[in-house]
């Protein structure tokens, strides 16, 4: 082959790598964002104090499992996570947004 041939292989090997770099930085955000969905599903169930302490035993092992995706985001560098985050600020803040008000919505029922 000539050596054009493998310059040109390798930069799409290298193109490749980094798409699906991207991609998974992406998938963790988009799998963050799915677990905080999650959580506000979880406090949407609470009807009362029984079921607020039933709901947040599941939440601090939701809890835990967003802890790991964070540090995994945490763990890309600074400017990958950015960029995941900043793909998906919409989603984001939407499901952040929900999470808070299902949150006080919960804290309400089982207050009584």
């Known amino acids: 082959m000539s050596r054009s041939v493998w310059c040109g292989c390798g930069i ?6 980094v798409g699906c770099g ?3 930085d992406d ?3 988009k799998d963050q964002i799915a677990v905080l969905e999650q959580i506000a599903a979880t406090w949407d169930k609470v ?5 607020f302490a039933a709901a947040d035993a599941e939440v601090r092992i939701l809890n835990e499992k967003a802890g790991k995706l964070a540090k995994e985001l945490n763990d890309l560098g600074k400017e990958r996570a950015d960029a995941a985050m ?3 600020k ?3 803040d939407l499901a952040m947004t ?3 008000a299902a949150k006080e ?8």
């Open 22 to 24: 991207g991609g998974n």
């Open 12 to 17: 799409l090997v290298l193109a490749v790598m």
């Open 90 to 92: 919409t989603e984001f």
């Open 98 to 100: 929900r999470l808070s």
């Open 86 to 88: 900043a793909t998906n």
């Open 47 to 51: 009807t009362d104090k029984a079921s």
């Open 27 to 29: 998938k963790l955000m």
């Open 105 to 112: 919505k919960a804290r309400k029922k089982a207050s009584g």
